[in-house]
């Protein structure tokens, strides 16, 4: 059973910076494919980035250049670094995990990152 943990958010203010973690227990495949997801109450739950288990990455383009995901595959463990936090980057950050051979999916259960003077 795989489970995924988040930590580091919390209250920051505009063009501050925060990490976040994922630490990954369990099974978690030798392919997979681990990223950030946020989501604001009553809203869709957006892609913030992702990192493949080859280190292959993506960015929503309201992130690049502000945000960068990183993975220790030794720890199995996700990082987001934040600079330059904008209100609106305010949400519900949560970390997901895909198998690729399995094709099997699981998500954190989210921290909140919000960004306020």
């Known amino acids: 059973q795989v489970q995924l943990v988040e930590s580091g958010g919390g209250l920051v203010q505009p063009g501050g910076s925060l990490r976040l973690s994922c630490a990954a227990s369990?099974?978690?495949?030798?392919?997979?494919?681990m990223g950030w997801y946020r989501q604001a109450p009553g809203q869709q739950r957006d892609l913030v980035a992702t990192i493949s288990s080859s280190g292959r990455t993506n960015y929503a383009d309201s992130v690049k250049g502000r945000f960068t995901i990183s993975r220790d595959n030794s720890k199995n463990t996700m990082y987001l670094q934040m600079n330059s936090l904008k209100p609106e980057d305010t949400d519900v950050y949560y970390c997901?995990?895909?198998?690729?051979?399995?094709?099997?999916?699981?998500w954190g259960q989210g921290t909140q990152v919000t960004v306020s003077s």
């Open positions: 997901h995990l895909r198998r690729i051979v399995t094709d099997t999916e699981k």
């Open positions: 369990g099974s978690i495949g030798s392919f997979n494919v």
